[in-house]
């Protein structure tokens, strides 16, 4: 089996307990303990369970496209400036709490804690060989979502080992980010201690995913010396490594490679409609950031890319921020009007049209027999941890330590990166201090560039006022809480400061 058959079982999860289609509330769950008595009674029981939790690792499509966009790297584009207001509003810095895709990334967040934390307040009830690594699975899942629940909110309402049921929103109150924090690095401690180094199955998450997110959670904290040795224990492993040619990451022939520490698993299964775009098995975001009315001539040079709605445009400023030489240029934009020259194909503008698209995540051709609407149903992966992006958070993490500083750690591990997108060691960089700080922040755009880290990555070091455009500091570097949400609670959550 490809990828992690999630279709068929976790229609059992949403019916044992929750509903996450498009409803405003972010629990809307049973009341009662309904089917809890005749589930978990077996290993499947578990496993079914599990597979339920990462399904909603495929609605972060849309963490994904939207944390592109609000950073500078793209401008939100479409079909006109209504085209999803929501996306709109995040790009031009204008959002309130009424935007309908905050609301969905909150929701759908929370829907992936409340199915994991659904198998963990199970835990005990049944006891079969390899429950650990089960467990440890429910862990990571429940860690990941909710770091992106802090890092688009802050502090948000904390719930361990039960389910967020309706009505306990008028006694759990929003928690301080650093006890979210500190309840992620718990997870992720126990999953790095019961994962298997190698995925049963591809999909799964491993001790060095577990690694890589408990780093990267260090980072995010400012915790340097800490993010360094998980980091450089992830490292000296070897379990992982840089594939030789950096194009071939985001091709169908590219996936689950060695580079890839975490990858969400996409098919193009059928199961979505615009009115239910996270009940897609495929990478929604994918369809979002493809060239607008594409068309190429059957068996042309052209002919591996296909139609989409033209969201996500680079600007120019992210083009050129590529050196001269630099390999990843190529394969992380895509020129359309280079690209129609040398190979004929035609193609539509939308709104803001800047003239470049993001090569990694659009559109590739599909045989004919694909399923579904296939904007809505790209079997993409997304990549959400490389190896590339353990190196740099591990060269960043030993140049900013203020304890144990290591600039020439940071170097070789900065380095080795910048070798293979250059193919040679003329590029290497020897700066120290601040210096190196500024170009491992530089190296991080133009590596990760179109995957959704550049937004986060200018909120954590504290550079995003100046680099976007309407960005209010204080204020933008969280998203306000859904208007939905804080009205359930009776109005008893206070909102995000200026909103």
Same mark, same amino acid.
């Given at each position: 089996?490809?990828?992690?058959?999630?279709?068929?079982?976790?229609?059992?999860?949403? +019916?044992?307990?929750?509903?996450?289609?498009?409803?405003?509330?972010?629990?809307?769950?049973?009341?009662?303990?309904?089917?809890?008595?005749?589930?978990?009674?077996?290993?499947?029981?578990?496993?079914?369970?599990?597979?339920?939790?990462?399904? &909603?690792?495929?609605?972060?499509?849309?963490?994904?496209?939207?944390?592109?966009?609000?950073?500078?790297?793209?401008?939100?584009?479409?079909?006109?400036?209504?085209?999803?207001?929501?996306?709109?509003?995040?790009?031009?810095?204008?959002?309130?709490?009424?935007?309908?895709?905050?609301?969905?990334? !909150?929701? !759908?967040?929370?829907?992936?804690?409340?199915?994991?934390?659904?198998?963990?307040?199970?835990?005990?009830?049944?006891?079969?060989?390899?429950?650990?690594?089960?467990?440890?699975? /429910?862990?990571?899942?429940?860690?990941?979502?909710?770091?992106?629940?802090?890092? !688009?909110?802050?502090?948000?309402?904390?719930?361990?080992?039960?389910?967020?049921?309706?009505?306990?929103?008028?006694?759990?109150?929003?928690?301080?980010?650093?006890?979210?924090?500190?309840?992620?690095?718990?997870?992720?401690?126990?999953?790095?201690?019961?994962?298997?180094?190698?995925?049963?199955?591809?999909?799964?998450?491993?001790?060095?995913?577990?690694?890589? +997110?408990?780093?990267?959670?260090?980072?995010?904290?400012?915790?340097?010396?800490? /993010?360094?040795?998980?980091?450089?224990?992830?490292?000296?492993?070897?379990?992982?490594? &840089? *594939?030789?040619?950096?194009?071939?990451?985001?091709?169908?022939?590219?996936?689950?490679?060695?580079?890839?520490?975490?990858?969400?698993?996409?098919?193009?299964?059928?199961?979505?409609?615009?009115?239910?775009?996270?009940?897609?098995?495929?990478?929604?975001?994918?369809?979002?950031?493809?060239?607008?009315?594409?068309?190429?001539?059957?068996?042309?040079?052209?002919?591996?890319?296909?139609?989409?709605?033209?969201?996500?445009?680079?600007?120019?400023?992210?083009?050129?921020?590529?050196?001269?030489?630099?390999?990843?240029?190529?394969?992380?934009?895509?020129?359309?009007?280079?690209?129609?020259?040398?190979?004929?194909?035609?193609?539509?503008?939308?709104?803001?049209?800047?003239?470049?698209?993001?090569?990694?995540?659009?559109?590739?051709?599909?045989?004919?027999? /694909?399923?579904?609407?296939?904007?809505?149903?790209?079997?993409?992966?997304?990549?959400?941890?490389?190896?590339?992006?353990?190196?740099?958070?591990?060269?960043?993490?030993?140049?900013?330590?203020?304890?144990?500083?290591?600039?020439?750690?940071?170097?070789?591990?900065?380095?080795?990166?910048?070798?293979?997108?250059?193919?040679?060691?003329?590029?290497?960089?020897?700066?120290?201090?601040?210096?190196?700080?500024?170009?491992?922040?530089?190296?991080?755009?133009?590596?990760? *560039?179109?995957?959704?880290?550049?937004?986060?990555?200018?909120?954590?070091?504290?550079?995003?006022?100046?680099?976007?455009?309407?960005?209010?500091?204080?204020?933008?570097?969280?998203?306000?809480?859904?208007?939905?949400?804080?009205? &359930?609670?009776?109005?008893? !959550?206070?909102?995000?400061?200026?909103?």
């Amino acid at each position: 089996m490809k990828k992690i058959n999630i279709k068929i079982v976790s229609a059992i999860i949403i +019916l044992i307990t929750l509903n996450v289609s498009c409803s405003d509330d972010f629990v809307d769950v049973k009341s009662n303990s309904e089917n809890s008595e005749e589930f978990f009674n077996s290993e499947a029981d578990y496993q079914n369970a599990l597979v339920g939790a990462y399904d &909603l690792l495929q609605a972060t499509y849309l963490n994904v496209l939207m944390g592109e966009i609000a950073s500078d790297n793209t401008l939100a584009g479409g079909e006109s400036a209504t085209d999803v207001v929501g996306i709109q509003e995040v790009d031009d810095m204008i959002h309130t709490p009424m935007n309908t895709q905050l609301r969905d990334i !909150w929701g !759908w967040m929370f829907s992936g804690v409340n199915r994991a934390n659904y198998i963990l307040e199970f835990k005990d009830k049944t006891n079969f060989t390899g429950k650990e690594a089960v467990l440890a699975q /429910a862990r990571f899942l429940r860690a990941y979502y909710y770091f992106e629940l802090v890092k !688009w909110f802050g502090d948000v309402p904390l719930i361990v080992d039960q389910r967020f049921l309706f009505g306990d929103q008028f006694a759990v109150d929003r928690t301080p980010k650093a006890e979210v924090y500190a309840q992620i690095e718990l997870d992720l401690m126990y999953a790095v201690d019961n994962l298997p180094v190698t995925p049963t199955q591809e999909g799964r998450v491993t001790k060095g995913a577990a690694q890589a +997110l408990l780093g990267k959670a260090y980072l995010y904290q400012d915790k340097f010396d800490a /993010a360094a040795a998980v980091l450089d224990q992830l490292i000296a492993d070897a379990n992982y490594d &840089l *594939v030789s040619d950096y194009n071939s990451i985001f091709e169908d022939a590219g996936e689950n490679n060695i580079e890839s520490v975490f990858e969400v698993q996409y098919s193009e299964a059928e199961g979505a409609g615009f009115g239910c775009l996270q009940c897609s098995e495929g990478n929604v975001a994918v369809g979002f950031s493809g060239v607008r009315n594409y068309t190429a001539t059957p068996n042309s040079s052209g002919d591996i890319f296909s139609s989409g709605f033209s969201f996500n445009v680079p600007v120019q400023e992210v083009v050129d921020a590529f050196e001269a030489g630099d390999l990843r240029k190529e394969v992380a934009i895509l020129d359309i009007e280079a690209w129609a020259t040398q190979t004929g194909i035609t193609y539509g503008t939308g709104f803001e049209h800047t003239g470049y698209f993001n090569r990694k995540y659009i559109p590739r051709k599909r045989s004919a027999s /694909a399923q579904g609407d296939r904007n809505l149903t790209n079997p993409n992966n997304y990549r959400s941890i490389r190896f590339a992006d353990v190196l740099l958070m591990a060269a960043e993490a030993h140049n900013r330590s203020t304890t144990a500083s290591n600039d020439a750690k940071a170097q070789t591990y900065l380095n080795r990166v910048r070798e293979r997108a250059f193919g040679d060691q003329l590029h290497n960089i020897s700066a120290t201090g601040g210096t190196l700080t500024e170009l491992i922040y530089q190296e991080r755009r133009v590596e990760l *560039v179109g995957e959704g880290h550049r937004f986060f990555d200018l909120v954590r070091t504290g550079k995003a006022a100046q680099e976007i455009d309407g960005f209010v500091a204080n204020k933008h570097e969280v998203f306000p809480i859904p208007t939905i949400e804080i009205e &359930l609670t009776g109005n008893r !959550w206070l909102q995000n400061p200026g909103y």
